[in-house]
């Protein structure tokens, strides 16, 4: 619901980021968060009470905020992908007649992935493929020559079937359409970023010292860097603004978590009212 209450935003910053504010120095601020917290919204989170969501003073507005799954994940240096392609897109927005092992009736049309993509594809050497062609042998051929692979369809995760957490994808002869976590495992990504644009593409199966396991955890898993996911189900027209945004700060030079923040911070200062609601 995007007319979600803002006070437990400030309950949950009093209670887990206040008591060690004294204790952070830098903008950028890496968190690593454990069972329930892992779905915790930390950028929403608000520093003092507020009555709307336009002026809601939101930790984004302080903080340059990433999370990672382990420590010692912060401490490996990155490795830069020498990839040929900047971004790779695969996006499917209408699933009528779409062969797949997932029931396409169920799955509602996602207007805007068309746009979406082509925004993502327009700010460096992009290339999309898109409904028919945005099929599981696609991902499986041209995700490993990426720098940037980019996903946008429904997504599924699957707490109590972890490797069972899903993407629709277009099916074809040789594959049923559905991409599993299990098969993304098995697929080598060099990718310094991976963007999962479903509905709560971070959740998945809690598994003790390792975190959230889903989608996001298999991109991870499967050799990408790093995972852009959402934490619940989102609004596709808003997603695709959200994501113009963020690839152009890409395109400019700035950090993924950087991107990331003057994208949502771009969107709060162009809407209002209801429309700026950290649900967006």
């Known amino acids: 619901d995007p007319a979600f209450a803002l006070p437990p935003l400030h309950a949950l910053y009093r209670d887990v980021v206040e008591p060690l ?6 903008e950028a601020v890496t968190i690593i968060p454990d069972a329930e917290l892992a779905m915790a919204p930390f ?3 608000l520093t003092n009470l507020a009555d709307d969501f336009e002026t809601a003073p939101y930790l984004l507005h302080e903080w340059t905020i990433s999370t990672e799954l382990a420590a010692a994940l912060i401490a490996a240096a990155p490795v830069s992908s020498d990839a040929e392609i900047d971004v790779v897109a695969l996006g499917l927005g209408t699933f009528d007649g779409t062969r797949s092992t ?11 992935v068309s746009r979406e993509l082509a925004t993502v594809t327009s700010h460096g050497n992009g290339v999309a493929y898109e409904d028919d062609e945005a099929t599981e042998a696609r991902f499986r051929e041209i995700g490993p020559q990426a720098r940037v692979v980019h996903l946008a369809s429904h997504a599924e995760a699957r707490p109590e079937l972890p490797l069972y957490s899903r993407i629709a994808l277009h099916g074809t002869g040789s594959d ?10 098995n697929t080598p990504l060099h990718a310094d970023l991976v963007v999962l644009s479903g509905c709560a593409t971070a959740d998945g199966g809690r598994q003790g010292g390792e975190g959230v396991v889903g989608l996001q955890y298999g991109m991870r898993a499967a050799g990408s860097s790093a995972t852009l996911a959402t934490l619940w189900p989102v609004a596709d027209d808003a997603t695709a603004v959200l994501m113009d945004h963020f690839y152009k700060g890409l395109a400019d030079g700035l950090g993924k978590d950087e991107a990331l923040r003057q994208a949502q911070l771009a969107y709060l200062g162009d809407h209002e009212g209801l429309a700026a609601s950290p649900f967006f």
């Open 102 to 112: 997932w029931n396409a009736d169920a799955l509602s049309p996602l207007p805007h």
């Open 43 to 45: 950028a929403a989170l």
């Open 176 to 185: 049923d359409g559905t991409l599993h976590l299990y098969e993304i495992l």
């Open 21 to 26: 504010w004294a204790h952070v120095s830098t």
